[in-house]
């Protein structure tokens, strides 16, 4: 018998991820094209070296506004209580798909919400030291030089990040990435993979 499907994401919860998801991987990839000379070629992917130049800081703008919306709407639901700080610690298991002895779940697990606040760091960080490198000549030398330090490395960080996010909710997890597709998932994926979250859904 097939399982009976449950909505999972809202329309406006999957139009804010993949308008931050497409916003990233534009900054990300001129941000690269001008970091390095062995990836400026990226920059003829995007209209040349002065366009990347120009619209780099507005992709990374919108990226930084919508993680913002994004935070509003589920930084609530992403507080790490015991139950997640147990998961963390065994998340090995759960990337091997052994879940004995881990914590049940609720919407989200122990990775999602660390992702969560990490890439909100980093989008912090982002946005504050680009800014910085925006508009130099408004800048004490002090802040210049710390911007160049902290964009990238929070660029790194975020990119390897994301990375993470991509391969756990496709070859880890089969059906996470269907569900900011469609918005649903079927109720076997959510008894196994979110429990709580799934008795919730039941009762309410």
């Known amino acids: 018998m097939a399982s009976k499907r449950i909505q999972r994401f809202d329309s406006a919860e999957r139009m804010v991820h993949w308008m931050a998801a497409i916003s990233f991987v534009y900054s990300a990839l001129t941000g690269l094209s001008m970091w390095s000379h062995k990836l400026f070629w990226l920059s003829a992917v995007f209209g040349g070296g002065s366009t990347v130049r120009g619209m780099h800081p507005l992709g990374g703008t919108l990226f930084a506004f919508v993680l913002g919306v994004m935070f509003l709407r589920w930084a609530k639901l992403m507080k790490l209580d015991a139950d997640d700080r147990t998961w963390l610690a ?8 052994d879940t004995e002895g881990l914590p049940e779940t609720g919407r989200f697990n122990g990775g999602q919400k660390m992702m969560f606040w990490m890439q909100s760091l980093f989008a912090l960080l982002l946005f504050s030291s680009g800014v910085v490198l925006w508009f ?18 929070a660029a790194i960080g975020s990119i390897g990040g994301i990375i993470v996010h991509i391969y756990m909710g496709t070859a880890v997890v089969p059906g996470a990435l269907r569900a900011m597709m469609r918005g649903w998932v079927t109720e076997r994926w959510a008894a196994s993979h979110h429990p709580k979250w799934f008795r919730d859904v039941r009762k309410g």
Do not use: N
């Open 90 to 97: 065994q998340s090995h298991k759960y990337a091997t798909h």
């Open 136 to 153: 130099p000549e408004w800048m004490p030398r002090v802040l210049r030089l710390l911007a160049v330090l902290v964009h990238p490395l």
